[in-house]
């Protein structure tokens, strides 16, 4: 399995046929929280970092990663082969392909998809700074810089936008976060 990326059908065999494949979810914990694939575990992309050389040096099995659309899971394979770990498959397609495919989901309280929350800020902030130019016309470069962020996150595959949202109280878990029940799925204690 490698560092590779796996498609549903795939993940779907994999996980009926070796016991030792686990799902590692790495949205935020509201995402996780609003629809997640039974038995996966929480283990968020922002707080992964502080447990990382536990992460690789400890994974006892197959990890196949999932996010929404891809690529906040293949962040998180890319920082794991930095640390060593060598057997990781990032889900193709993420969530969205779960869905598609008619995975099973296990569904929480809804909340919005964090891409979703990032074009809604992004556009009302665009909106506003169009509309506000109207009276005061340097309001226009606020629209202009947020072009040039989101041209830089397309860029980069990375947003600050998206990563400061992470952090608000409404992407966070109306519970405590089990990161240490997650880790200790994912790395457990030698």
Request: net charge positive; hydrophobic share 50%; glycine share 10%.
């Amino acid at each position: 399995m490698s560092h590779t990326s796996v498609d549903v059908h795939a993940v779907r065999t994999l996980t009926e046929t070796d016991p030792d494949t686990l799902l590692v979810d790495v949205r935020t914990p509201a995402e996780y929280e609003s629809a997640r694939i039974p038995g996966a575990v929480n283990l968020p992309l922002q707080a992964v970092d502080a447990h990382l050389e536990r992460i690789a040096s400890r994974t006892g099995g197959r990890l196949v990663i999932v996010c929404q659309s891809g690529a906040r899971a293949l962040r998180f394979q890319e920082r794991l082969a930095g640390a060593g770990a060598a057997d990781t498959a990032v889900l193709t397609g993420g969530m969205n392909a779960w869905r598609a495919a008619g995975g099973p989901v296990v569904e929480g309280r809804r909340t919005w998809a964090l891409e979703r929350q990032v074009r809604l800020v992004a556009g009302g902030i665009v909106l506003a700074s169009v509309l506000a130019s109207v009276w005061w016309p340097p309001a226009v470069w606020v629209a202009g810089f947020i072009g040039a962020g989101l041209t830089f996150a397309a860029i980069t595959d990375t947003c600050a936008m998206g990563m400061a949202l992470a952090k608000l109280p409404y992407n966070r878990p109306r519970g405590v976060l089990d990161i240490e029940g997650s880790l200790a799925r994912v790395a457990p204690r030698a």
